[in-house]
């Protein structure tokens, strides 16, 4: 109970005026004698203007804590407001009484807010009920009209004021938090698109650079005009088709103008291409697919996963076999591609290691299975790559 105890905090501007203005108003319509009783009325005991003021003084401090301390002020107004019932009385009063009640469930705590209405309105029917009941009189009725537009109206305005307000900071609470949520999913976007771009990336131009470093080291390193000029052609088809892969990668990613269009996804049916250009590249690469219709993302990322594969095998990989085969059985379609593993004899680009975790992270989101370690054959030790990728339910898309 915070506001029981009179915490010394500072009164709100507007409470100020409140006070100050009520405690003005009242103190000339008591000085001009102007109150809401006579002094020969039966009810008035204390005569005279200084108990006028001084309880208009005391409603006045209320004024000041209907913010800070609502209860206190409620409860202290209560018992100056019926004490002013003894006296001729002062309008002021009783417009300030009527604000605290207001304030005490505008601005009290939620159980005092549910509260004060049902105590107020209790009061209001009593006020009304007993002194026609003791009187017989329809003039009794006046006093739980008193009553209800002292305390009830006040409290039941008071709680409308609230509901509303409180709707409004909980629209407000949504709405902020509807924005946080749509933050987070940008920023998810754009960090699972970034990714997506770096693989893309990554597998479009890999290959060709791959070969572009092997073939320029050899050309650099060995005094043979013949390997230098084969060396040379080969770094310039991978060059021509680099930098036509990167043109298309521009080309997705910013609006089609000029003569930059995007361009369709790689299929299963280029790698016959992809596996002659391995060929070009010095690399002893054999085919098998047998496949039927496969949904798109499927299509990609083993086309993907082919490709990586093979620029590892030109990069790591020791002289021998390459062996790509892709079988579609049990609703997945399996992608295996082994080649000879160990250290080749000559030239070789490094390696970060992104190819496998860009395999990886394909694989991943289309709920497959990776593995890429080397093993044991009957020719010797082989660096193999399997990937299962599940076929939805349904035609492909």
Not at 129 to 155: H, K, T
Not at 160 to 167: G, K, L, P, Q, Y
Not at 245 to 250: F, G, P
Not at 300 to 315: D, G, P
């Amino acid at each position: 109970m915070e506001d029981m105890a009179l915490r010394l905090e500072r009164p709100h501007r507007f409470d100020v005026y409140l006070a100050v203005g009520g405690l003005l108003g009242g103190t000339l319509l008591a000085g001009i004698g102007l109150g809401v009783r006579t002094s020969r009325d039966p009810i008035t005991l204390f005569d005279g203007p200084w108990p006028v003021l001084a309880l208009l003084a005391v409603m006045s401090g209320c004024e000041l804590l209907r913010r800070t301390a609502p209860r206190v002020a409620l409860l202290t107004g209560t018992v100056a407001v019926t004490a002013d019932l003894m006296t001729q009385g002062n309008v002021a009063t009783l417009l300030m009484f009527t604000d605290v009640v207001y304030a005490a469930v505008l601005y009290g705590p939620p159980a005092s807010a549910r509260r004060i209405p049902r105590i107020t309105g209790l009061l209001t029917v009593a006020g009304t009920v007993v002194p026609f009941a003791v009187w017989r009189v329809p003039e009794a009725l006046l006093i739980g009209l008193f009553v209800g537009a002292v305390s009830f109206g006040p409290a039941a305005t008071g709680w409308i004021v609230r509901n509303h307000r409180d709707a409004a900071e909980a629209a407000q609470l949504r709405a902020e938090q509807t924005a946080l949520l749509a933050e987070m999913d940008r920023t998810q976007a754009v960090a699972s698109e970034r990714a997506r771009m770096a693989r893309e990336l990554h597998d479009m131009v890999a290959n060709h650079l791959s070969a572009i470093a092997i073939h320029s080291t050899a050309a650099l390193s060995l005094d043979d005009p013949k390997t230098s000029q084969d060396a040379l052609a080969v770094i310039r088809q991978n060059s021509v088709e680099g930098l036509s892969e990167m043109r298309r990668l521009i080309g997705i990613l910013r609006d089609s103008s000029g003569d930059t269009e995007p361009v369709a996804a790689p299929t299963l049916d280029g790698l016959g291409a992809l596996v002659e250009g391995a060929r070009t590249n010095g690399l002893d690469v054999t085919l098998d697919v047998t496949h039927e219709a496969v949904p798109t993302p499927v299509e990609l990322a083993a086309y993907r996963i082919v490709q990586e594969s093979l620029t590892n095998a030109l990069k790591h990989g020791s002289p021998g076999r390459v062996a790509v085969v892709l079988a579609q059985r049990d609703g997945s379609l399996t992608v295996t591609v082994t080649s000879p593993f160990g250290d080749r004899d000559g030239p070789r680009a490094p390696g970060s290691g992104a190819g496998l975790v860009g395999m990886r992270e394909r694989v991943a989101l289309l709920g497959g299975v990776f593995e890429a370690a080397p093993e044991d054959s009957a020719d010797g030790k082989i660096w193999a790559v399997r990937a299962t990728l599940p076929l939805p339910e349904g035609d492909p898309v």
